[in-house]
């Protein structure tokens, strides 16, 4: 199993937002899901319990922050569908206010607890 971590810094205004929101639903597509377990875009919920700063050190605080993480059951899986479209050579998305960032998890623990992921695709995702 791999957990896929991406910080996205997108421009704080409405329209680039929802241009972010648009794209992640219906552009950046997983054409063949046999591997992923699930995926999830959020933003941060809560400042109460928030004692991990993920911006790191950045000094652009005004943009909306969105993280990514996607859970495959292999990275071969991952590189197959995914992996070999992440290219930093490529101009950043003119939603972005800084370029992504992520990082590959190899869990070395875990607990199985008795929830489940969503059975459905949120609205709109494609």
Same mark, same amino acid.
């Given at each position: 199993?791999?957990?896929? +971590? ?14 972010? +929101? ?11 899901? @046999? ?21 790191? =050190? ?24 995914? =992996? ?12 972005? +206010? ?12 875990? @607990?199985?607890?008795? =929830? ?9 995702? +494609?």
């Amino acid at each position: 199993m791999v957990i896929i +971590l991406i910080k996205w810094v997108i421009k704080p205004e409405k329209e680039a937002i929802d241009a972010f +929101l648009h794209h992640w639903r219906t552009e950046a597509l997983v054409q063949d899901r @046999r591997g992923l377990v699930g995926e999830f875009l959020s933003e941060v919920d809560s400042e109460k319990y928030t004692t991990w700063d993920v911006r790191g =050190g950045s000094d652009r605080r005004e943009g909306k922050l969105f993280v990514n993480v996607g859970t495959w059951e292999n990275r071969d899986e991952f590189e197959e569908q995914i =992996g070999k479209y992440f290219n930093d050579d490529n101009p950043i998305k003119p939603f972005e +206010l800084e370029r992504r960032v992520r990082t590959v998890l190899k869990p070395v623990c875990w @607990r199985v607890g008795g =929830g489940s992921l969503p059975a459905n695709d949120s609205v709109g995702v +494609l």
